[in-house]
């Protein structure tokens, strides 16, 4: 049996697609990103008139987007500590990854789920990381 997920706290996604769906006691959570519930506005991101990206703050992405992810989880019934595998997508490799790495060992000190790291050209909305989870519940 499935069950859709929605959380009242993350940002709705923008697609016809739920947060999580839940199967069995597995968690697989939609592509996660920074954005802010109710707002377009995305952490640490200056755009221009025509919606490009002039700036971004890598950091206060990371903090958003594993903010975004707790909140999924909790409404799953799941937890951080149950992550077993995270996707992470990054549009610039290069310069992101250090500080993505640091941070992510600050949010995975006890659990450290499985990870795979990609480099995009680009993601659906002006950002530079979205994340793909699986967790148990």
């Known amino acids: ?8 706290k993350a940002p709705d996604p923008v697609g016809a697609y739920p947060h999580a769906k839940k199967v069995g006691n597995l968690l697989f959570l939609s592509g996660v990103g920074p954005r802010e519930k109710g ?10 008139k025509g919606g490009n990206i002039v700036s971004y703050d ?25 992550l077993v595998d995270v996707t992470v997508f990054l549009t610039d490799m290069k310069t992101d990854f250090p500080t993505f790495n640091k941070i992510y060992a600050e949010y995975f000190k006890t659990n450290q789920p499985c990870r795979t790291t990609v480099e995009v050209n680009a993601l659906p909305t002006p950002i530079a990381i979205e994340l793909k989870c699986i967790a148990v519940v």
């Open 39 to 48: 707002s377009k506005e995305i952490p640490g991101v200056t755009l221009d």
């Open 58 to 82: 890598i950091e206060q992405q990371c903090h958003a987007v594993f903010q975004n992810v707790k909140y999924i989880l909790e409404a799953s019934g799941s937890s951080w500590e149950n």
């Open 1 to 8: 049996m499935m069950e859709k997920i929605h959380s009242d």
